[in-house]
Structure formats: C-alpha cells, structure tokens
C-alpha cells in the first residue's frame, strides 16, 4: 500500500566485488558444500486476470509470469487460500499512481504499476499488496505493514531463486539478478543508511530496542523503519517454516500494538505456531508468556 522508488545498485556492485577480493585471497576449502535444492514452484490454485493495455505479447507474458510466481509463493509459503477465502485477482493499474489492495464484490483487486524495465519493482509490490489478503484486509497498523512488507521481500528471494541456475541471458536469469539486488540491498539499503544500521545482524539489536514504540506507530508512517524491520522479521519467518498461517490470524487482532497484542494473536494459533509468534514479539523487545495468552486487544472481523 504504498509508492515503491528505485536508486542504482552501485554500493551493491561495490561491496559484491569487496567479498569477491576476499573469497580469492582466502584457501579453497577441502570440504564442498552441496547446492541448495530449488523446489520449482507450483502452478497457482487462484484465478489472475492482468487488465492492463500491453503493447507487445512478450511484456505482457512476462508480468504474467510474475504474478503467477508471487501468487503461488503465497498459496504455498503462508496458506492456500487469503484471509476471506479464495476469489480471483484482478490486477489493474492505479489511475492516481499509488498502488493498494481493494476487496471487490467477488473478487480481489490489486492495484498495481507496471514498468516494463523494472520487473522487480513490480514483483515487490504484487508481494505487498497480496500480503493483505492472506493475513486480513479488514484492519491495518504499523505491524500489519511491516509484514506485508516482509511477504514482498521474501517474494524477491523466492524468485531469485527460481531463475539463478538459467542461462545468464535469459529474461527469467535477468529478472532474477534484479530480484536478488533489490532483495538483498537495493530496497532497503538507504532506509538502513538513515537509521544508522550496518546490516542486519545490527537490524535485530535496533528493532529490539526501537520495537515498543514503533508497534504504536499508524499505518502508513514511519516507512524508513518499516522497511528496516522488515529485514528483521523476514530472518523470524525464515525461522519457523511451515508455520505461516498463523499469520492469518492476525485479520482478528486489532494491531498488535503491544506485548498484550501479540499475547491475543498467540492465544488464536495453534501450539505449533506459538513459537513463531513468541519469537516475532520478542524481535519486537515485547516478550509475552504463555500465561497472558487469551488477554489484549483482540478483535473479529
């Protein structure tokens, strides 16, 4: 739900050519790691209608493709199905340029700018504004954001990972790079240079610090910090797989916006979900107990 920009990648490309030096000046290692194994992703389940006016069938088939990964990304990684149920999406471009979700009468509506050089801007943003549907549509605050912003993120990385072993030539081997640029500092390196945070390692330590009063923050402020604690909650999720419908039970927590908060959605996740929700409020520096599950601000839609 909100404008997404783009700065070039030369601090990347810079500190992508430090780590090589490093690496060639190091011994080879005797021992060889295996390469991780890619699962391809599987066809999506819901219906993707793209309305928009393309002047070429290849830019067309292209978003197609996009939006059929980030979808099944979803379907796959957090449920099958959003918060209210499957209906169809409908992607459109947004006549005043801001891209967002809308829930129509029998369909989802996302809203959404195409840039036919930027693909990864567009995969981003489809992460987004697909985010709401699967954890709720019906409420929004600062957390709600961040974990939207968190499920594009992590779109990026799924689909970088998708193409990395094609062709370097390839369309798919191109979007791919970009996808992994814009996962791993392009999206959010100068929010990170504005907090005065080195890396990640150092996210976690400021959002433990910072979390209290940004869980307070509304909806739609504080978008430096929203996407540093992205980072940070991408590394909580990446932790507990298998685990992310608990999510969805976020569409009946109003927030959370403090340690009560996050005790309410714990108290609508089953026991195995319950430590990813513990671990995302202590990321938070709100750690809860077990035995203040069922107390805070909870609320049905």
């Known amino acids: 739900m909100k404008r997404t920009y783009f700065w070039k990648l030369t601090l990347l490309t810079a500190l992508e050519c430090v780590a090589l030096n490093s690496f060639a000046a190091e011994a080879p290692s005797s021992v060889k790691r295996p390469a991780a194994i890619v699962k391809p992703l599987p066809q999506p389940v819901a219906e993707i209608r793209i309305e928009y006016p393309f002047d070429d069938a290849d830019w067309k088939e292209s978003f197609e493709a996009i939006a059929r990964g980030v979808v099944a990304i979803n379907e796959t990684m957090v ?11 409908i992607l459109r471009r947004p006549a005043d340029g801001m891209p967002r ?34 954890i709720g549509p019906n409420s929004s605050s600062w957390f709600k954001e961040v974990i939207c912003t968190t499920l594009a993120f992590i779109s990026l990385d799924e689909l970088a990972k998708q193409w990395a072993d094609l062709p370097a ?9 970009d996808m992994r640029g814009y996962h791993d500092w392009g999206a959010f390196g100068r929010q990170f240079v504005k907090l005065g945070i080195k890396d990640v390692d150092a996210a976690v330590v400021w959002a433990q610090k ?5 869980a307070k923050a509304p909806a739609g402020s504080l978008r430096d ?25 976020l569409g ?5 916006k403090d340690a009560a908060g996050f005790a309410s959605w714990r108290a609508l ?3 195995t979900q319950r430590p990813l ?3 995302m409020a202590a990321a938070f520096g709100l750690p809860i107990q077990a035995t203040a599950a069922g107390a805070g601000n909870t609320t049905h839609p």
């Open 169 to 177: 030539q390839s369309k798919q081997a191109v979007w791919g790079r």
């Open 79 to 89: 449920a099958p199905a959003p918060f209210m149920g499957p209906r169809p999406f």
């Open 269 to 271: 996740v089953t026991p």
């Open 225 to 249: 910090e929203e996407w540093a604690m992205a980072k940070v909650i991408e590394r909580v999720l990446r932790r507990h797989p298998g685990q992310w419908s608990a999510l969805q039970a």
């Open 210 to 214: 910072k979390g209290p009063e940004l």
């Open 277 to 279: 929700v513990e671990d």
């Open 101 to 134: 979700a809308t829930v129509g009468a029998r369909d989802y509506i996302v809203f959404v700018i195409p840039n036919k050089r930027w693909y990864a801007q567009f995969a981003y943003q489809m992460g987004h504004e697909l985010g709401h549907f699967w």
């Open 252 to 256: 009946k927590v109003d927030g959370p």
